[in-house]
């Protein structure tokens, strides 16, 4: 946790905040805090800044906040997920999150087994939390919007992607091409179920504007693909003059 | 698992192989593999094939196999990694190797804290299976070699890390140049330990030869770092003529 994100109804008053269970166990057995120690502390959906502890109890922690900075700039790349097993959902939705992604669409697919759709883990109680634990590891206020598309090809064809102006791409192993790097317009980044699409997904895709790209040779799980592709698609990231070539 | 891994051991005879234990137990339940049935196969350090199901027995599996591909080719990557807290070893070390690289490694920080280094995921047999199962992930056969340095001056300065005609970047947050994309030449890439590695320590990579680089605003959990920084740096994979640029 490099930034503790507080809910509205933290707040006693305008920079007194009061925290429960999570956020306060957390604080105290992994930070460590005691009284008078500052904390990078973000409202959700707003401002970050520190927050000092004023008081320490058994079930809660009390903090007296700054909130100076704006938030961070969000990384321009709408994520397309085959909805991943179970499993791997969790940390896939952290991952994309802590990397600044606020737009993600959860789609099903030929080879998505049926049985995650089913998956207590697609609770919008806990698509949120597992958000501000990604906006938490980064250090981020701003909750991405998560949704969850059960047809495909209504989600494709009818729910108008919004791709003008933007690279759209499809990772799709055996492809000849190498995603591109260091991309400066907003991406559209789909990635597929294991297994991969099926042709006729991938078709679908192709005749709405995307452009398959593979990832080398080696199949990837999700959670590193994903990881590998924004890395290599996103440009700079906030101070374009800075960047170096090699 | 995208290919089952073989070890010389588990040859009866020149094309015939039986399979104990974790790999057979996954063909069985999770390939649901029947009789007749192809696989992909490889050999630890040696060719990739096709494996074809003889016999399924309660404890074993027999396969007879056709290796016909030459490895794939590693990641022109080297990995230095300020040993990470133990629940994130093996991932890490999964997502490395799934990746393609082959050298790793695992160095100490002031960052790092001492009883990681008494972790039991740090024996060779732990490492060498997270490493098989990233090659099995990857559809790989060539195992990484990692090593552990629990002193860091003397492997920064004393093991003579071969850096002539590479680009040597770590990765350290707050500096102001992200991180290049697309690098021709071999890498060697440095990420630090939660928090990063302390200025003494910066200033040692750089003395010699190190070059400074951000993955952003954001802080990212290690695993997802190194797949960001993958992704970003390493240039083509198999075929230089395909790549496109945006």
Do not use: C
């Not at 990384?75 to 791997?88: D, E, G, T």
């Not at 700079?236 to 090699?246: G, H, K, V």
């Amino acid at each position: 946790m490099n930034l503790v994100l507080l809910e509205p109804a933290d707040f006693l008053n305008g920079d007194h905040v009061r925290l429960h269970g999570r956020r306060a166990r957390h604080v105290k057995e992994i930070h460590r805090a005691t009284i008078g120690r500052e904390l990078r502390v973000g409202v959700i959906n707003g401002k970050i800044g520190f927050g000092r502890v004023l008081q320490i109890d058994e079930n809660a922690l009390e903090l007296t906040v700054r909130l100076q900075s704006d938030p961070l700039p969000p990384l321009p790349l709408h994520l397309i997920l085959a909805l991943p097993r179970p499993k791997v959902l969790n940390r896939t939705i952290a991952a994309a999150v802590s990397m600044g992604i606020k737009q993600i669409d959860l789609i099903n697919a030929w080879r998505v087994e049926k049985a995650y759709w089913g998956s207590p883990r697609l609770s919008q109680e806990n698509l949120r939390l597992q958000s501000i634990l990604g906006l938490e590891q980064a250090g981020d206020t701003t909750l991405p919007i998560i949704r969850l598309h059960k047809l495909f090809g209504r989600f494709v064809r009818k729910e108008s992607l919004e791709l003008a102006g933007k690279l759209a791409v499809l990772a799709h192993p055996g492809t000849e091409a190498t995603a591109p790097s260091s991309v400066t317009k907003p991406v559209v980044l789909a990635i597929g179920p294991e297994g991969g699409f099926i042709d006729r997904e991938v078709n679908t895709f192709r005749d709405i504007g995307f452009t398959e790209v593979n990832l080398g040779p080696r199949i990837l799980r999700v959670e590193t693909a994903l990881a590998f592709l924004v890395g290599r698609l996103s440009d700079r990231f906030q101070r374009p003059e800075d960047s170096i070539r090699s």
